[in-house]
Structure formats: C-alpha cells, structure tokens
C-alpha cells in the first residue's frame, strides 16, 4: 500500500508527512509541473496518450539543493525543526509542498529555497485518481 498504492486515496492515507500532490501535464516525452518544473516521461508512461494527469511524491524526496533531481525553487511558508529533522513547506506550482530531511536545516520564512525532486520516486494518478504509474 505504501510503495504501490493503488489510488491517490491510498498514497495519501500512507504519507505523514503529508504526500506532495500536483496537477501536471504529460506532452510528449516531458512531464510538467506548469512551470515550475520539468522531467522526462518514464517508460511506464511512455504509451499514454498526452493530456493532464495528477503527479504525487513524498515529503523524503523532496530534497534540500545539493540532491540529486530536478531542481525547484519557493518561498518557504513553514520551517519546522523535529529532532534530526527538519519539514520545509514551501510553495509550488500554485500549491503547498513539503520536504522532510535528516539534518538541522534552518529557512527563513518568506524565503525562496530551492529543492531537488526525486522525480524516479513519482506516482502518477489519472483524473479519477486511479494509479497509472509508479
């Protein structure tokens, strides 16, 4: 249910953080965040037809710079320190995503940070939620 989940209920009921979800578009080989950001489609999309589809991605992908993904940048909204880690929300693509990282990783409020997308780690959902990839 946590790795394969079958629809984006399930992702989101196995996510604490809460799962990043976002509207996107897949047009030819490129998977788009509007634009905020962009990537190459996976194999396992490859055959489906363009349009727009739902991308999510847990909080422990969405990596402080210096990972490896694709790089996004936001203003911080939330900067929460828990221990040996720290929860970043942030502003994206017209939504509120959060990076979860082992470390003190201190931000200043209003702030723009920039992020890596793990984007190898994406579950894509169509329009009624249903998985279509992982």
């Known amino acids: ?3 394969e ?3 984006l209920t399930s992702a989101r009921v196995f996510s604490d953080p809460p799962i990043n979800v976002a509207a996107a578009s897949k047009r030819g080989d490129r998977i ?8 190459t489609v996976p ?4 055959a489906l037809p363009d349009g727009d589809i739902t991308v ?6 969405v990596r402080p710079t210096g990972g490896r993904g694709v ?4 203003p911080v909204l939330i900067s ?10 942030f502003g994206l693509a017209g939504s509120t995503w959060v990076s979860l990282a082992h470390g003190v990783r201190s931000h200043p409020v209003g702030a723009t940070a920039t992020f890596a997308l793990d984007v190898e780690h994406c579950l894509y959902f169509d329009g009624s939620g249903r998985r279509l990839a992982a």
């Not at 194999?43 to 490859?46: A, C, D, E, I, W």
């Not at 999510?56 to 992908?61: D, I, K």
């Open 1 to 3: 249910m946590y790795r």
């Open 5 to 7: 989940p079958s629809d």
């Open 32 to 39: 788009a965040l509007g634009d905020a950001a962009h990537w």
């Open 43 to 46: 194999p396992t999309l490859r």
């Open 56 to 61: 999510a991605l847990r909080p422990h992908h």
């Open 71 to 74: 790089p996004v940048s936001g």
């Open 80 to 89: 929460e320190i828990s221990g040996s880690e720290s929860v970043i929300h």
